[in-house]
């Protein structure tokens, strides 16, 4: 096999979440950094590999590229042990990969963006208003469901807690308080110590 | 088996979703209506089932619940002809379903819930004007992609187009203009042209 090109942006918990992955699986991969800020994923170039304009995307083989993080993991992690072969149990993977992307993603990791990578939260105040109460819903969802487990599904680290930890571990850098949860917090310690862990900010 | 009991709200387009797979799939399911207009999501008998409060809900054996409509319809599509088994077709499908909760229902069903649900055009307006141009690049991103293909994935019908198609073909009920999209209507009729399809104010 070819080696694996991942379009990436280091800030990103979207991005992070690949490599992540792609680090604990032990596959080696090429990082091309897209500069979001420059508009360099809505260049003619960068449309071509996705039309949605979006980072992360993954180049498998030579053009054949795959968009959307969460679908991403889901192809890497096929036959591994971080998704689960029962068909419940990777029904409630996917269940909390929805949740991420619909219930989650939206509200925190943008409101980081706007505090901690545009640095522009006065411009964005009133905004930033607005996700506070669904982001804090959606921590809060976690919350009741750790209170009894050590990981989202089966009792095991999987792709579930990849895509939400991803965000939610610098849920702060949107302004979010973290001490109000301690059962994610146990899970973020948890998180951390999986063989392979890397953090937000390393290429891999 | 047990007959499947789906948690469901008529004028949902996430609901039809599973209620046009299961019709296609030739499975029977108990229907029950959820009233969220009155608050019925946010009971504490329906977050016992869905803590994100949130419908469709499928329960799948007694006590056993599945939430996120695009997780439902992967758990029920595995196997069947509306899920290709080749690994990237998979991926290509999972693409479409994160894109259609990221990019095309926060924008397109939003709309459509706060002009023809709640009823409320004046009221939201300017939250309305703020979908219009996230909207219609989804939209746009469909266009494209149909201008060359009969279907979203692999030349065939699969649970992406009924994902997509859900709040698609009734975007007109949320502003947006669809005869702007001739590729889009023509897919709109081919998947109409299903067999087994239903209409969105069907029970089944």
Partial sequence: METLRLYDFLPSGNGYKIRLLLTQ????????????????????????????????VLEIESSKYLAESNAILIYLSEGTEFLPYDRFLRAQVLQWLFFEQYSHEP?????????????????????????????????????????????????????????????THVADEGGFDLTR???????????KSQSGYISITQEQ
């Fill in 25 to 56: 699986l032990g596959m080696p991969f090429d990082r091309v950094e897209v500069d979001i800020l420059k508009g360099e994923t809505r260049t003619p170039e960068f449309l071509s590999k996705n039309p949605n304009g979006q980072i992360p």
């Fill in 107 to 167: 509200f925190i990791a943008t409101s980081r963006f706007w505090i901690s990578i545009l640095d522009k939260a006065k411009e964005y105040q009133e905004k930033l208003e607005e996700k506070r109460e669904p982001g804090y819903a959606a921590l809060y969802v976690m919350e009741q469901h750790l209170t009894s487990r050590t990981f989202l599904v089966a009792e095991r680290y999987t792709i579930a807690d990849i895509a939400l930890f991803a965000y």
């Fill in 181 to 191: 949860f301690p059962a994610i917090q146990a899970w973020i310690e948890r998180v």
